[in-house]
């Protein structure tokens, strides 16, 4: 084979565990020299790649890549930043390719939701029509998990862990002090258009009567009469109700509960305040006292309380992109593989990047119960396992110690610079 | 001495460690079986005294008792009732006499914040002087340090490791966004009238430039213009600015930034809604992309990351009550005792409580700095022994074990019951 230099980029979102997967890509590739020359991470994501700001890290130390394996958030950078079809967005693909040319990079390593999934596909495409063909592999990663084929996403496990251990710790804080105060409480969750991290509130209950005692999907859709009603059993019955909301429950003519007005790059609504919402809709019908918490960035950060299973699998998806790359495979994504049987094994599969591409898988509706308002057995067996097990990073004065990079940029080589 | 029972109840806000101290005093209490007969904790707090409501704590095995160690919220239930003066409350601190003669209760520890440990005075001065005198011993317990002369106060310490994590791990995450999206991360925490929880989010900052940019204090009046022009400028120069702030946040005439207008049993404000006030504010403004997260409960459950200096405290608070009042100690709370010296280490002290009752400590004004928004090294000094060290509960499942209490109630047998 002859050697090339690879390209890394963090897409999206980042996650607790991105950069697990990015310590993947970087130590096996060091294993293969001969092959893979230097990594090169692109700075802020693929924009780095379009601006031509790419990160060597070979100037990174052994120590500090192993410490990607602890670290939250995207370490090179990420972005929002959506290449569209070949004919909208054909000078920013040619871009692509000149830049790969010019440092010689002949291996792509995406590492993102669908949305990247669908970019690393069309810069397989587009290469080999270029004429310089370039190995894309896509690394998926989304906190939503809502990838197609793998039986889960990276970084969703460990947001699972945050949600069910918050909603356990706030439940009993709660259920001790509602006698004569607080009766509700509200935990908004992410999840745009898919339910799962919402679910994993669900595996805080142990025992019938736990918290939470609703929870809210973005596939179900709201029914304000109906919602009001199960409050108030809950609080007759338990003393207090605990809700676990998703950042995407809308009515039944979509419209969300709570829609700040912002957009993202990719024309996303930016949600936020689903919790206030819904905790003046309750004190205003029944006049309970209520508190309500929006976790936002932190759930999606919490590397502090990783899930171990995620935090392995996140790297094994980079580890196998690379020794995809090795054996010739092309325009595939790494993926993980449930296994059959009662105790949970999993094992590195492939999906055709053509299939991942902005398909977006929801919560089935046998993981939803009847009434709507909970998960089911069915839907705690496939959860349960990827929170399984903890993942602590190391501490120094009472705080965990995360990866700081040098962050070297490698020379630009083009004369021409890139307007976004 | 006489053999009595004692009767311990948890008030006001929970805290991750409030039943250690719990456990404290259970477990010694036990190794005095010959002074101390039983241990009756107050279901819901006090007022399980007022309507003699007994949880018989020696009907829970050793192992649960010494779970409470690491379980967050109050187990035995708390409650926000406050007893007002003699005068006012006559009835009711009556009632309690009354409760506590009936089943020989002759020590009282009470464990709370300020208003707790005014209302041991009270019981104590009362019981006195009706003729059936009670060992009255407070515990510290509030997450917002406000209480005085103890050098800190069990239940702050694990939220300001709770605060300082969040931070740190949130801070990473809009560091790696922001070259294309979210610029301003706000981070809302507890701190109705003392900026002590904020301030922790400070220890998050290892080097010049890191998150946090801004903290706000109760302590300093808001100024809108200030904050506006602080926030463009740490954006100009680090690309993304991270705001901690106090929920008790407010205008120089005392105005909250955010007053859902819910008021508690003593008649404070329920704040929340502060960090999406600053939000808009700043989108408005400089038209910035922001999230923001409201941690509320979460923050103060958090025991699956609790300080071990913490942890050991509020053990160590509920020990020494037991142990005071083995030597006929009286109307006194423990407290914490920093020592001299450049490594930190504290030992046990006490406070009579008539000094203590309804005096709020806030931060000195050289734990903040000039600008007014930010901490000073003398503030971090102070800190950061209080977060120091991590206290894991044990998991199954990848979910953290709680204790779950059997909840005996003693045969009630006074014969009239009591309105609240």
Redesign the interface.
């Known amino acids: 084979m002859v050697k090339k230099n690879a390209f890394y980029a963090?897409s999206g979102?980042?996650t607790?565990v991105i950069n697990a997967s990015a310590c993947g890509v970087i130590e096996t590739a060091r294993l293969h020299k001969s092959v893979i020359g230097k990594v090169y991470a692109g700075n802020?994501?693929i924009?780095g790649a379009l601006q031509e700001e790419l990160i060597d890290t070979s100037k990174e130390t052994a120590k500090t890549i192993a410490a990607l394996r602890h670290?939250?958030?995207?370490?090179?950078?990420?972005?929002?930043?959506k290449l569209r079809s070949f004919e909208e967005s054909q000078a920013e693909y040619e871009r692509l390719i000149e830049v790969f040319k010019a440092h010689n990079i002949g291996y792509f390593f995406y590492n993102g939701g669908g949305d990247s999934q669908d970019t690393a596909h069309k810069v397989s495409q587009i290469s080999e029509k270029m004429g310089y063909p370039i190995t894309c592999i896509g690394i998926p990663k989304t906190v939503d998990n809502d990838l197609p084929i793998t039986d889960n996403s990276p970084g969703f496990g460990s947001v699972a862990?945050y949600v069910?251990?918050?909603t356990?710790?706030?439940g009993?804080?709660?259920?001790?002090?509602c006698?004569?105060?607080t009766n509700i409480?509200i935990?908004e969750v992410m999840g745009r258009h898919a339910g799962w991290i919402a679910a994993a509130g669900g595996?805080?209950q142990?025992q019938e009567g736990d918290p939470p005692h609703i929870i809210l999907f973005p596939e179900i859709a709201f029914n304000e009469a109906k919602f009001l009603m199960k409050v108030k059993q809950t609080v007759k019955q338990h003393g207090f109700c605990v809700v676990v909301a998703s950042e995407g429950v809308h009515y039944k003519d979509g419209t969300f509960l709570s829609d700040s007005g912002?957009r993202?790059?990719f024309g996303h609504a930016?949600l936020?305040?689903v919790?206030?919402t819904l905790a003046t809709m309750i004190?205003e019908k029944w006049g309970y006292?209520?508190?309500?918490?929006?976790?936002?960035?932190?759930q999606?950060?919490?590397?502090?309380?990783a899930?171990a299973t995620d935090v392995e699998q996140a790297y094994a998806m980079g580890k196998a992109a690379v020794e995809f790359a090795l054996v010739g495979k092309n325009a595939v994504m790494t993926t993980i593989v449930r296994k059959p049987g009662k105790t949970y094994r999993w094992e590195v599969g492939e999906a055709p990047l053509a299939e991942v591409a902005n398909v977006e898988r929801k919560m089935p509706r046998s993981y939803i119960t009847k009434d709507g308002f909970g998960i089911t057995d069915a839907c705690k067996a496939y959860l349960?396992p990827l929170?399984?097990?903890?993942d602590?990073p190391p501490?120094k004065?009472?705080?965990?110690q995360?990866a700081r990079l040098k962050k070297v940029l490698v020379k630009k080589k083009l004369t021409k610079s890139f307007m976004l």
């Open positions: 963090q979102g980042v607790a802020n994501g924009i670290t939250p958030s995207g370490a090179f950078g990420s972005c929002r930043y862990k069910a251990i918050s356990r710790e706030a009993l804080d709660v259920s001790s002090m006698a004569s105060s409480f935990l595996l805080a142990e912002q993202d790059a930016q936020g305040g919790a206030p004190n006292k209520y508190h309500w918490a929006v976790s936002d960035y932190l999606r950060a919490a590397r502090h309380i899930s349960q929170i399984s097990g903890e602590y501490y004065n009472g705080l965990p995360y």
